[in-house]
């Protein structure tokens, strides 16, 4: 009786995973602006057609990764403040800064969150 009870009580803890928070944004957007500012000549991108560059890291499975930019946790915010300022985020990389738009960026990272 009393392993069952203990049992009960720690199945009552036991929480499902919560469903990842939606990814704002406009995934075809962003795939199409990913294209737009040459992303693709410096990274593989999965999906994006030319993406072949060998200068900057792969972005497969960019959304799956628990570090971004060397060194920041992989969120939303993160990751769209990285490609909005990149040496703002992380000074030590050579990734340029493109210019991107704050509404651009979230598109962009709408995409990269395909990227499982």
Known sequence: ??????????LAACKRPEAAAPVAGDANRGKQLIEQYGCNSCHIVP??????????PSLEHVASRQIIASKLPN????????I?????????????NLGV???EARD???YLYTLK
């Open 101 to 103: 738009k704050p509404d």
């Open 108 to 110: 962009i990272v709408a």
């Open 1 to 10: 009786m009393k392993r069952t009870l203990i049992l009960i009580l720690l």
């Open 75 to 82: 969120s939303q915010p993160n990751m769209t403040a990285y």
């Open 84 to 96: 909005l300022n990149p040496q703002m985020t992380n000074p030590d990389n050579v990734m340029p």
């Open 47 to 56: 999906g994006v057609e030319g993406a072949k560059g060998m200068v900057g």
